[in-house]
T-cell receptor, first 113, second 114 residues
Framework: AQKITQTQPGMFVQEKEAVTLDCTYD???????LFWYKQPSSGEMIFLIY??????QNATEGRYSLNFQKARKSANLVISASQLGDSAMYFC??????????FGQGTRLTINP | EAQVTQNPRYLITVTGKKLTVTCSQN?????MSWYRQDPGLGLRQIYY???????DKGDVPEGYKVSRKEKRNFPLILESPSPNQTSLYFC?????????????FGPGTRLTVT
């Protein structure tokens, strides 16, 4: 069965520092997608970044990058130069097959000024 | 503006009183899903739909029903709500298979069942 694990319930980081949010996954299917979503206190889900299992290079989107280590089954999110507005809940998710998307428990990130 | 809308945004109801949460998308997406979010559990899929008249169970379907009579709409029905269905509900849609492409989420519906 698919499983996503986020081991950091909460993280505190100083503004302008880089931060890495951990995500490990478990699947036996060779084809899958990995996602990160941000949920600010207002509640909406915001798509950040996507990595396909066959992608050779790590995905990047502005200040967000995904450190994809396939052999270790990890897909950590790296946020460079953190900002106060990055304070939110972050969810890692894995998609497999046509319809299913499985989410981790989330990591609450707090950026301190 | 491309979006997924949900109504109502907030709902307080009593045990056993049937309710429907509507979901509509204007992006002509094939795939739609419902999730519930509970503290410490992340989001869990309730039901999903690959196209009109095609629906299937997700991980936590008990106590819920869905229908997909039109491409744009995917209502979530609670025939007899119970307190354990108190949660934050999200509808989502995607053009291509949800497992491999970005999903667009609605704003969420916070449901309280007393």
């Amino acid at each position: 069965a698919q499983k996503i694990t986020q081991t950091q319930p909460g993280m505190f980081v100083q503004e302008k520092e880089a931060v890495t949010l951990d995500c490990t996954y478990d699947t036996s299917d060779p084809s899958y997608g990995l996602f990160w979503y941000k949920q600010p206190s207002s509640g909406e889900m915001i798509f950040l970044i996507y990595q396909g299992s066959y992608d050779q290079q790590n995905a990047t989107e502005g200040r967000y990058s995904l450190n994809f280590q396939k052999a270790r089954k990890s897909a950590n999110l790296v946020i460079s130069a953190s900002q106060l507005g990055d304070s939110a809940m972050y969810f890692c998710a894995m998609g497999q097959g046509a319809q299913k998307l499985v989410f981790g428990q989330g990591t609450r990130l707090t950026i301190n000024p | 503006e491309a979006q997924v809308t949900q109504n109502p945004r907030y709902l307080i109801t009593v045990t056993g009183k049937k309710l429907t949460v509507t979901c509509s998308q204007n992006m002509n997406h094939e795939y739609m899903s419902w999730y519930r979010q509970d503290p410490g559990l992340g989001l869990r899929q309730i039901y999903y739909s690959m196209n009109v008249e095609v629906t299937d169970k997700g991980d936590v379907p008990e106590g819920y029903k869905v229908s997909r009579k039109e491409k744009r709409n995917f209502p979530l029905i609670l025939e007899s709500p119970s307190p354990n269905q108190t949660s934050l509900y999200f509808c989502a849609s995607s053009l291509y298979p949800a497992g491999l492409y970005e999903q667009y989420f609605g704003p969420g519906t916070r449901l309280t069942v007393t």
